[in-house]
């Protein structure tokens, strides 16, 4: 989503072709604390036409990226919707098109659900870190996919967490350094596939891990390697 921001226009931030528009100028985008309305926000219009006179401001989670200027009347920026960085400390659920534009860590405790058909599209040099646990259950007609969102590799998906309930099933990753990562942890990685990773598609550091039904192709230095781990092939 490109969207032009106009000095002193309170409609300034807006979108034609999605039919929504928002408020504020650029400082009050970019000013301490800052929250648009859910009319800034595509994925948060159905709630504006359901009771458009509810007052509700709010921090959205999109991420302001390539601002310029290009003449001392307005700005242009880039904002990527439904943008997602730092630390977890509540059960989510992702679903729809995901931006991780910076790392993403899950804290002890936390869950994270992701639903069929998600794509998670990750910046280069970004990772997702799970402490706590993740389950991503695709299907074969809706797989989640991981993948770059730029020119650059991404870090890729680390678990440590014991939790036996970490799932990966029928989820593809690709174009990470390293894919999926267990280290010192529990779970499982079912039907998935992992490739075009520069390194190493799953790596099993003193972990305990059941595989089955993966295709890993097409990685830099090797498919699977296994680390201080037990396992039955």
């Known amino acids: 989503y490109s969207y032009t921001l106009r000095n002193g226009d309170t409609t300034a931030m807006f979108s034609a072709e999605a039919g929504y528009r928002g408020v504020g100028g650029p400082s009050y985008l970019f000013g301490p604390g800052s929250g648009m309305d859910d009319r800034s926000n595509p994925t948060t219009r159905l709630r504006l036409i359901q009771a458009p006179d509810y007052p509700r401001v709010r921090k959205t989670g999109f991420a302001v990226r390539n601002i310029r200027q290009p003449d001392n009347t307005y700005f242009v920026a880039d904002l ?4 997602w960085q730092g630390t977890m400390t509540q059960n989510h659920t992702w679903f729809d098109t995901i931006n991780v534009v910076g790392n993403v860590t899950m804290a002890s405790g936390a869950t994270l659900t992701i639903l069929p058909g998600t794509v998670i599209r990750v910046a280069p040099g970004a990772a997702v870190h799970c402490y706590g646990r993740i389950d991503a259950r695709g299907t074969a007609d809706d797989p989640i996919t991981f993948d770059r969102s730029g020119a650059g590799e991404w870090s890729g998906i680390r678990v440590q967490s014991n939790n036996p309930n970490n799932v990966f099933e029928y989820v593809t990753v690709r174009g ?8 010192n942890a529990t779970g499982s990685v079912s039907n998935c ?6 390194r190493i598609g799953v790596y099993l550091i003193r972990s305990n891990v059941t595989m089955t039904g993966n295709e890993i192709y097409g990685n830099g230095v090797c498919g699977l390697r296994l680390w201080g781990c037990n396992y039955t092939a």
């Open 80 to 83: 990527i919707v439904n943008a």
């Open 193 to 198: 596939i992992v490739n075009n990773c520069s």
């Open 176 to 183: 990470a350094r390293y894919g999926i990562v267990f280290a």
